[in-house]
């Protein structure tokens, strides 16, 4: 039962961003133990910081939901999840953008756009008054709009490469993101004696005092 058993459970996602969190992490002074295996859930011992090891979106989840008293994630899977998680630090990190993109050949009105991100996608719409049918898929997002699948795509670039060697434009950049540390409301209370701290150095870190 993990439950109870670190003094600060921490939510970090697998995949490329997970390095960078650790290293932060680690910066700021918390004991991260080395993950040796991609089938591990956890990490850390008892008693000491506990790592729980997600997909990107349901880091804000566990936070929101009091499991994870912090965690660290994108901007953008904060936008697409509306959870209520307080976000104190802009680690700088991991920054790109959600952006609205097009084959050049697509050049009628946009009626159906495919997307990760529906929830951000349909309010930003919602928001212009355009009336969108949104597909969301999960991964590979540009392949809709190079085959005809939707008119447009809502995506991340980073480097752009993924973009350039797909023959897309970026019609209009949506959103900035970057890695941000969020924390459960109720933890930054009741362990503001470990969040403060960790809170401020990491500000330190990132640049931000
Ligand atoms: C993201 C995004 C783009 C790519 C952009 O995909 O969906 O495909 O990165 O990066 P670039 O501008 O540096 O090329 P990710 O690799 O996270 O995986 P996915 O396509 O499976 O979602």
Redesign the pocket.
């Known amino acids: 039962m993990i439950r109870g058993a670190y003094s600060l459970t921490i939510a970090l996602p697998k995949?490329?961003n997970f390095e960078e969190a650790v290293s932060v992490l680690r910066k700021a002074g918390l004991e991260v133990p080395t993950l040796q295996d991609e089938r591990v859930m956890t990490l850390g011992q008892q008693g000491g910081t506990g790592i729980l090891l997600l997909r990107n979106a349901d880091v804000p989840v566990y936070v929101d939901l009091g499991i994870a008293d912090a965690g660290v994630v994108g901007k953008d899977v904060l936008l697409e999840s509306g959870r209520d998680v307080y976000e104190p630090v802009d680690l700088g990190t991991g920054i790109?953008r959600i952006s609205l993109i097009r084959h050049p050949d697509s050049t009628g009105p946009i009626r159906r756009v495919a997307t990760?991100y529906p929830s951000f996608t349909s309010r930003l719409f919602k928001e212009r008054g355009w009336a969108l049918d949104i597909v969301e898929l999960?991964?590979?997002?540009?392949l809709a709009a190079v085959t005809g699948l939707a008119d447009a795509v809502v995506?991340?670039?980073?480097?752009?490469?993924?973009?350039?060697?797909a023959g897309l434009e970026e019609v209009e950049v949506l959103a900035h993101s970057s890695t941000r540390l969020i924390v459960n409301r109720q933890a930054l209370k009741l362990k503001s004696q470990i969040l403060r701290p960790l809170i401020t150095k990491l500000r330190e870190l990132s640049g931000k005092i």
């Open positions: 995949g490329r790109c990760k999960s991964g590979n997002v540009e995506d991340v670039v980073q480097t752009g490469a993924t973009l350039k060697q």
